[in-house]
């Protein structure tokens, strides 16, 4: 009932920045919460950050915390994230999600996926 499309992936130079977007088909009572997890050739899924679409408080993974800012847009049910500084090993696929808190334990609704590539 909730489709995620992300936008924004490509290739960056070490150093750079990119800025994903992800926009919701349509807002409900349940989705309380938009974030974004990525997942590195041969490596586990990992959360990277969330945001409260009400409160906007957010949360982050340690390793991009002071590099990486989501933001919401909640006109657009949109959320975005900036990354800036981008390191090699922020390469992944990155995933839009959408559950009912900032958790983020068992997202509810998934994206299918924007590839990010940092080159050294």
């Known amino acids: 009932q909730v489709q995620l499309v992300e936008s924004g992936g490509g290739l960056v130079q070490a150093g750079g920045s990119l800025r994903l977007s992800c926009a919701a088909s349509?807002?409900?009572?349940?989705?309380?919460?938009m974030g974004w997890f990525r997942q590195a050739p041969g490596k586990e899924r990992e959360f990277v950050a969330a945001i409260s679409l009400s409160t906007g408080s957010s949360r982050y993974a340690d390793s991009v915390m002071g590099r990486f800012t989501i933001s919401r847009d909640n006109a657009k049910n949109t959320v975005y994230l900036q990354m800036k500084s981008l390191k090699p090993e922020d390469t992944a696929v990155y995933y839009c999600a959408a559950g009912r808190t900032l958790v983020m334990a068992s997202p509810d609704y998934w994206g299918q996926g924007t590839q990010v590539t940092v080159s050294s």
């Open positions: 349509r807002r409900t009572f349940s989705l309380n919460a």
